[in-house]
Nanobody, 115 residues
Framework: QGQLMESGGGLVQPGGSLRLSCATS????????IRWHRQPPGKQREWVAT???????NYADSVKGRFTISRDNAKNTVYLQMNSLKPEDTAVYYC?????????WGQGTQVTVSS
């Protein structure tokens, strides 16, 4: 179908790490770019990272050097490894797949960075 499901969110201390997962089914997964966005409380959704079919990765300046996006085509899963987390990383994190007709979004997973 192509519907996405995020998981792996939770509460972590500043400086900690989390790995988010975005899973779906269908052979179309490996043929399109996957993106991560996030929406902090009271703010608009912002782009975080993209991984293309080729494996090329793009990152927002705010997470560059701390976050890593990767994909496992055999598992139809994309990951977002988040290291050196900061309180300002607190947000609902969403994944999307860029397909013809517009992106398809998951429901999101909450990440809270707090002492």
């Amino acid at each position: 179908q192509g519907q996405l499901m995020e998981s792996g969110g939770g509460l972590v201390q500043p400086g900690g790490s989390l790995r988010l997962s975005c899973a779906t089914s269908g052979s179309i997964f490996s043929n399109y770019a996957i993106r991560w966005h996030r929406q902090p409380p009271g703010k608009q959704r912002e782009w975080v990272a993209t991984i293309f079919k080729s494996g090329t990765e793009n990152y927002a300046d705010s997470v560059k050097g701390r976050f890593t996006i990767s994909r496992d085509n055999a598992k139809n899963t994309v990951y977002l490894q988040m290291n050196s987390l900061k309180p300002e990383d607190t947000a609902v994190y969403y994944c999307s797949i860029v397909v013809p007709g517009g992106p398809r979004w998951g429901q999101g997973t909450q990440v809270t960075v707090s002492s």
